[in-house]
C-alpha cells in the first residue's frame, strides 16, 4: 500500500521533467526514456519500448495523437485523438511480466495498476500484441487476464 501511495504522489505531476522519474516507472528519466517516443523525436525499436511510452501516455493524459497514431488502424474502431487525450482512470503502477519479439510481431505481458473511485488499487493484467508496419511498432491487440 505505502508503494502504491508513492507512486500515485509521483503520477500527480502530469507532465514531467525531463530529468523526473518517467511516469512507466523504469526509474529512468523521463528524457532518457519514454520522452523522445512522445515527442516525436525517435521512434521505439523495441516492442516494450512502444508499451512503455503508450503506458505514459495514458497515464499522463494529453497525448491522444501519439496514442491514436501507435494503434493498429484496423483495431482502434472509432476512437480519435482527443478520446484518448482524456485519462479515463488514474494509472500508478507499471510492470513488465514479460516481452518477446521476433521480426515484425511482438508480446508484451504487463500489469498495470490503477486507483479506482473507492481509493482501492485495481489491476489490469494483459498480454498486447505489437505489430511492426513500415518501421513503426503499433499495438495491435491484447488478451485481458481478469485476476482474482
Ligand atoms: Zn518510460
Not at 491522444?64 to 503502477?93: F, K, M
Not at 504487463?110 to 500484441?129: C, M, N, P, V, Y
Request: hydrophobic share 35%; aromatic share 8%; charged share 20%.
Amino acid at each position: 500500500m505505502q508503494l502504491i501511495l508513492i507512486a500515485v504522489i509521483l503520477s500527480a505531476s502530469m507532465k514531467p521533467m525531463n530529468h523526473a522519474l518517467c511516469p512507466c516507472h523504469s526509474a529512468k528519466p523521463y528524457g532518457k526514456c519514454c520522452e523522445p517516443y512522445l515527442t516525436g523525436s525517435a521512434k521505439p525499436r523495441t516492442v516494450t519500448q512502444l508499451m512503455r511510452s503508450r503506458y505514459s501516455a495514458f497515464a499522463m493524459g494529453g497525448c491522444g495523437d501519439y496514442l491514436y497514431h501507435t494503434w493498429h488502424p484496423a483495431e482502434r474502431g472509432t476512437l480519435t485523438a482527443e478520446d484518448l487525450s482524456v485519462p479515463t482512470v488514474e494509472w500508478v503502477h507499471l510492470r513488465i511480466v514479460d516481452s518477446e519479439q521476433k521480426g515484425d510481431t511482438g508480446h508484451v505481458e504487463f500489469i498495470a495498476t490503477f486507483l479506482q473511485e473507492d481509493g482501492s488499487a485495481g489491476t489490469h493484467h494483459e498480454k498486447s500484441l505489437f505489430v511492426r508496419e513500415r518501421g513503426q511498432w503499433l499495438y495491435h491487440s491484447g488478451v485481458v487476464t481478469t485476476e482474482v
